[in-house]
């Protein structure tokens, strides 16, 4: 009865570095989110998968933030060439229904990225 | 613009004493709300939630929520807290989106 984990939990990266940020949520789970919570502030939606399907990604701050989730399991956050405004701790939760609006969403501990 | 409100970041109060910890939204649909509580170094966990029905809501932890959707509001309420409320609690709601979240509200209890 594993919860929702993420990987690493912490990450420092230097500026310009790639990183990637790995989500395994609850087993079949259908639905996915990514969330960047700043400092002081709430989470911010980021992206959202049905399976393997990304339906949503209106939250991507720039096109240097890219998600996948290709068997519809586990989905990985890649951000490319980072900066200091990257720094955030990035949330990955899971619904086991499709209703991206109605259901409980569980979260992970979170992956907190400082980009020096 | 869909947003939520809680008025107060920091909200201090002594061991056994009441809290009200305040939530407001704005949207143009019908929303479902929740309010989630995340302790250090750890993921939010759900609190409680309003789908439908009655607009008083009991959740975990002696923790309950009134809807008032004339007022847009959903605050979150507990009778008597513990030290181990101490956390930080988020309002959050969704309607025709995934989940739009306040900024929160750092309860501090003092024994």
């Known amino acids: 009865g594993a919860g929702v984990s993420q990987s690493p939990r912490y990450k420092v990266a230097k500026r310009g570095q790639d990183v990637a940020l790995r989500c395994d949520p609850i087993?079949?789970?259908?639905?996915l989110f990514w969330y960047q919570q700043a400092l002081g502030q709430g989470p911010e939606f980021l992206t959202y998968?049905?399976?393997?399907?990304?339906?949503?990604k209106s939250g991507l701050p720039s096109d240097r933030f890219f998600a996948e989730r290709p068997e519809g399991s586990v989905s990985t956050l890649k951000i490319q060439r980072t900066q200091q405004e990257d720094s955030a701790v990035y949330l990955c939760?899971?619904?086991?229904?499709?209703?991206?609006?109605?259901?409980?969403?569980?979260f992970g501990p979170g992956t907190r990225l400082t980009v020096t | 613009a869909q947003s939520v409100t809680q008025l107060d970041s920091q909200v201090p109060v002594f061991e056994e004493a009441p809290v009200e910890l305040r939530c407001n939204y704005s949207?143009?649909?019908?929303?479902?709300l929740f309010w989630y509580v995340q302790y250090p170094n750890q993921g939010l966990q759900l609190l409680l939630k309003?789908?439908?029905?009655?607009?008083l809501v009991k959740g975990i932890n002696g923790f309950e929520a009134e809807f008032n959707k004339s007022q847009t509001s959903f605050h979150l309420r507990k009778p008597s807290v513990h030290i181990s409320d101490t956390a930080e609690y988020f309002c959050?709601?969704?309607?025709?989106?995934?989940?739009?979240f306040g900024k929160g509200t750092r309860l501090s209890v003092i024994a």
């Open positions: 949207s143009s649909v019908s929303v479902y």
């Open positions: 998968f049905q399976n393997e399907a990304q339906l949503d």
């Open positions: 087993s079949g789970h259908v639905s």
């Open positions: 959050a709601f969704s309607g025709n989106t995934p989940l739009v």
């Open positions: 939760a899971s619904s086991l229904v499709a209703d991206p609006s109605s259901y409980e969403q569980y």
């Open positions: 309003y789908l439908s029905g009655s607009t």
